[in-house]
């Protein structure tokens, strides 16, 4: 098992944020990301992936545009969504 199927397939739910260096939105999200991860540190993995160096790993989960966020738990796609979101309704959704 790699790396990264071991992050996801935790038991504590783990978002992902597939991002580009290039990105103007996904800029936008680093700070919104960084927000969540010191909020729910102790029941949340936050995890980024620059979707140019992880081809085989955007290919798989068929990431078309950035920035996208996938939330996982126990290795399952719990919710999907591509572009900006505010730290909010994130929150609301990882409640």
């Not at 990431?63 to 572009?83: A, D, H, M, N, Q």
Request: overall charge positive; hydrophobic content about 40%.
């Amino acid at each position: 098992m790699g790396k990264f199927q071991k992050i996801i397939g935790s038991s504590t739910p783990t978002l992902v944020e597939f991002y580009g260096t290039w990105c103007m939105p996904c800029r936008t999200m680093n700070s919104i990301l960084d927000e969540l991860r010191n909020q729910r540190k102790d029941t949340l993995s936050v995890v980024k992936i620059d979707v140019d160096k992880n081809l085989e790993i955007t290919n798989q989960f068929k990431i078309k545009s950035v920035p996208t966020l996938i939330l996982f738990k126990s290795g399952e796609i719990v919710w999907r969504k591509s572009g900006i979101m505010s730290i909010k309704e994130i929150l609301a959704l990882v409640n």
